[in-house]
């Protein structure tokens, strides 16, 4: 048997950024932190006195178990596509190593991804768990290496896509002469039902969530009797509560609220909020969009029509007006109304009467108004394009709504929301933002707003797939990494260099050779992805993988095209 060893690791140590300048160290899209043995010494004490020894073990697992899964993600974006599977499947022990947990040694390692067989035996050498462990507690009856015996676990099972279980079969810690773990699937091991439950959240924890639960059912309860969910305001930012209590020191009121804000700040939301906290919360919330219809119906949308009033009016129909009756108006982009329509608006304000067109009779309606534009009201009021008196009418009560580059602690908040909305909606599950995409979404501008945000959010969560993190690219497309410094060959920081030049100029190389040999971009895409799907031996994720798309993705364009 043929003993397994590392191939080259820089491959990983490329992934290694440290911007000491920004506070941050980076390892592909995750961010990293420098922390002292002692340190987590110190926390694995605090964790078992306070947890006992078997929660602490079970807690630790959990931990490794996470970062293992992460990991996983990082190797297969190394190497999957590139190397055989056991080199591929080594980068996982590398990235350890890279840690500074343990000097992990491959022993036996043999893996079968037809027939699904695995099995590995590793020795890990200088383990940072034995270690605190003995300073801390002495000599122990049990394994101690915990959190690295979860990352193994982990790592295995996504990397492999079935579930492998170690056991750590001598320690160090516990008076072995080396520390040693096998790993095989889960099935082959007879207490493999036990050892999984190691990584479900301790009891203490479910009781927790249980009253977690409880309280967040309470929550939902009141938002449900308060209004729709789906309507609830999101955010924590000053400004963004600032909008907030104005809009709810007004709601009780009559006063016509004017909101004011760029396109996709969530003024319909916040209509929705002033509708919610109104004395008419219990009648209709009617949303009407003024530049989503055309000047010429825009009357007959809002005070409804009469049958026979013209060609295709077959039968008489209500307007918005009409429907809102006893509740709330929301009349979006107010700005694009024609001059007309301004008019009929302004008697219908004042006289608190609408007449259906093609109607001979006027009929009292009793609505709140809450009003929305993007564009410069005043502006527009000075030009002539929107008349004085309408404006005056409605602008009572203004409230600005602060854009979401202004609001950027609450960027994440909105991002978990819309995470779990897509992921019930496509019915997937994947394993979060990484840290780096997370950052990204801080440092954007989002012209767009939190429609943008949305958009760009459900991108991520197609593109990720299922039990996958949705990454940077995933989000935004590709990149380049902030140059910092990097790992050197003698173990020193160096200063780095941004590898976006080299891509570049191949780049620029590749689309002239492209456009001067006059090859479709049809041709292109079909040989591009045969060639994939070829070098992959047939293997969709593989080739999914190489291409930077999602396995859903790739089977779509390849079915289209008959190659599977």
């Given at each position: ?24 160290i980076?390892?592909?899209e ?19 006195n ?38 591929g ?73 079935q ?52 309280i ?9 009797h ?62 009407v969009?003024?530049a ?9 949308e809002l ?33 694009e ?28 309606v009793?609505v ?39 609001r ?34 801080g ?38 990494d ?10 020193h ?22 456009l ?49």
């Amino acid at each position: 048997m043929t003993t397994p060893h590392y191939p080259d690791s820089q491959a990983i140590l490329d992934k290694l950024r440290f911007l000491p300048n920004e506070g941050q160290i980076w390892l592909g899209e995750q961010r990293m932190l420098l922390l002292q043995v002692q340190t987590m010494a110190i926390f694995r004490k605090e964790i078992v006195n306070t947890m006992g020894l078997h929660r602490a073990r079970s807690f630790f697992m959990r931990l490794g178990y996470h970062a293992g899964i992460q990991d996983a993600e990082l190797a297969q974006a190394v190497r999957g596509h590139d190397m055989s599977v056991e080199d591929g499947f080594l980068a996982g022990p590398q990235l350890h190593a890279l840690r500074g947990l343990v000097k992990v040694v491959p022993t036996v390692l043999e893996i079968d991804s037809e027939s699904g067989h695995f099995y590995s035996e590793f020795e890990w050498q200088d383990s940072y768990e034995v270690a605190i462990t003995q300073n801390i507690f002495g000599p122990s009856r049990e394994p101690v290496c915990w959190l690295q015996l979860g990352y193994a676990c982990a790592y295995s099972s996504q990397f492999l896509g079935q579930e492998i279980q170690y056991r750590e079969v001598e320690c160090r810690g516990c008076s072995d002469d080396r520390c040693r773990i096998i790993g095989k699937p889960a099935r082959e091991w007879e207490d493999h039902e036990t050892f999984a439950e190691l990584f479900r959240e301790d009891q203490l924890i479910d009781e927790l969530y249980e009253l977690q639960s409880r309280i967040a059912y309470l929550e939902d309860d009141i938002a449900r009797h308060q209004g729709e969910e789906r309507h609830r305001p999101i955010g924590k930012a000053p400004a963004f509560l600032g909008a907030l209590d104005l809009i709810d020191r007004a709601a009780r009121s009559e006063v016509p609220i004017l909101l004011l804000g760029e396109t996709g700040t969530g003024k319909e939301i916040l209509a929705h909020r002033a509708h919610q906290q109104s004395e008419r919360a219990q009648g209709p919330f009617v949303a009407v969009n003024c530049a989503a219809i055309p000047p010429e119906l825009i009357e007959s949308e809002l005070y409804g029509v009469e049958k026979g009033a013209y060609t295709g009016a077959v039968q008489s129909r209500a307007g918005r007006f009409e429907r809102a009756h006893g509740g709330t108006l929301f009349l979006d982009e107010l700005a694009e109304l024609s001059p007309r329509a301004q008019a009929s608006l302004l008697r219908a304000l004042q006289e608190k009467q609408i007449e259906r067109v093609g109607g001979q009779t006027s009929q009292s309606v009793n609505v709140r108004i809450v009003a929305a534009t993007h564009g410069d009201l005043t502006e527009r009021v000075r030009d002539g394009r929107f008349r004085s008196d309408l404006f005056y009418r409605l602008n009572a009560y203004p409230v600005v709504i602060p854009p979401l580059r202004e609001r950027r602690d609450d960027i994440p908040l909105l991002a978990e929301h819309f995470l779990a909305r897509f992921e019930q909606h496509y019915r997937i599950k994947t394993l979060g933002f990484t840290d780096q995409a997370l950052a990204a979404m801080g440092r954007h501008d989002w012209p767009g707003n939190i429609r943008e945000l949305q958009n760009t959010i459900e991108r991520g969560v197609i593109l990720a797939g299922d039990r996958q993190s949705i990454g940077e690219q995933a989000l935004f497309g590709q990149r380049p990494d902030p140059v910092g410094q990097v790992l050197g060959d003698n173990g020193h920081l160096t200063a780095g260099s941004s590898a976006t030049g080299d891509t570049d100029d191949a780049l620029e190389t590749l689309c002239s050779s492209i456009l001067e040999g006059g090859i479709a971009l049809e041709t292109l895409e079909d040989t591009l992805l045969e060639r994939a799907y070829r070098e992959a031996n047939g293997n969709v994720s593989a080739a999914a993988r190489r291409l930077g798309l999602s396995r859903a993705a790739l089977d779509y364009r390849l079915k289209k095209r008959g190659k599977a």
